[in-house]
Nanobody, 115 residues
């Protein structure tokens, strides 16, 4: 069984920062990728950042330069440092782990950017 546990969401003012963390446990080793998606009310889930074991990190255009994803493949953890947050970043953020074509999801953590 695979579990992804996220932490670090909350309420922050515009221009502020938050750091999300996610730990993967269970019967998964040597993941192909780890990253983050988000889903705002009334919108489809969208990619935020994805770190691949081959090296590159992909970022959505709207977060590039403000968000930084990092990972520790030995401990199967991934972080998302979010700076200069905007109201439009408000969403439920989901951690994802990818292995051999299958995606495994966390339960999501709410991020609200509001004054």
């Amino acid at each position: 069984q695979v579990q992804l546990v996220e932490s670090g969401g909350g309420l922050v003012q515009p221009g502020g920062s938050l750091r999300l963390s996610c730990t993967v446990s269970g019967s998964i080793f040597r993941l192909n990728a780890m990253g983050w998606y988000r889903q705002a009310p009334g919108k489809q889930r969208e990619l935020v950042a994805m770190i691949f074991d081959t090296g590159p990190t992909n970022y959505a255009d709207g977060v590039s330069g403000r968000f930084t994803a990092s990972s520790d493949t030995e401990s199967n953890t991934v972080h998302l440092q979010m700076n200069s947050l905007k109201p439009e970043d408000t969403a439920v953020y989901y951690c994802v782990a990818r292995k051999d074509g299958s995606d495994y999801w966390g339960q999501g953590t709410q991020v609200t950017v509001s004054s």
